[in-house]
């Protein structure tokens, strides 16, 4: 369940079906890139970059679109972590929100981290930053999770 207010949601509040979010942790050497969201939901907090999918794209397209447009990075699509759904309701019990969020891992290729409009702020963090960060559940777990992974197929090679 996602911690928004109901009276924080943009155009997609009381939505007939949900909509499609790609998230990414971008990796450049030990560190991961956040965003500070500039928009609803979570206005202010720090979250990884992504967005909505868009009609006739792939969830990979998806992915490396969004970093493109939040950071200004080319990155490269590496793994996919898993599926989250944020889905909130209100005190009536009907719902308010519903995103499926996919997330996957990437790796930094080119380009020097800028926020769009999209973002108040953007910066390279490290996971020893990350129980200061005030990052929703799932997004702190996510990172976690790709760090793992990358670590795992850091070790193979």
């Known amino acids: 369940m996602s911690e928004e207010q109901p009276g924080d949601l943009d155009q997609r509040s009381y939505p007939d079906f949900p909509f499609v ?3 990414v942790v971008v990796w450049k050497d030990d560190k991961f890139l956040l965003i500070q969201r500039g928009k609803q939901p979570r206005q202010g907090q720090w979250s990884i970059p ?3 999918q868009e009609l006739g794209e792939t969830v990979r ?3 490396a679109r969004e970093v493109l447009e939040e950071t200004g990075l080319s990155i490269e699509v590496t793994d996919f972590l898993d599926v989250v759904d944020s889905i909130q309701k209100d005190e009536k019990g009907e719902i308010v929100f519903h995103a499926t969020l996919i997330d996957y891992s990437g790796e930094w290729l080119s380009g020097d981290a800028q926020a769009s409009s999209d973002a108040q702020d953007i910066a390279w963090h490290g996971l020893d930053d990350l129980k200061d960060l005030g990052l929703w559940r799932e997004t702190e777990r996510i990172i976690r999770e790709s760090a793992e992974l990358r670590k795992l197929k850091h070790r193979a090679k």
Do not use: P
């Open 50 to 52: 992504g967005g909505r």
């Open 21 to 23: 979010g790609v998230g």
């Open 61 to 63: 397209e998806t992915a």
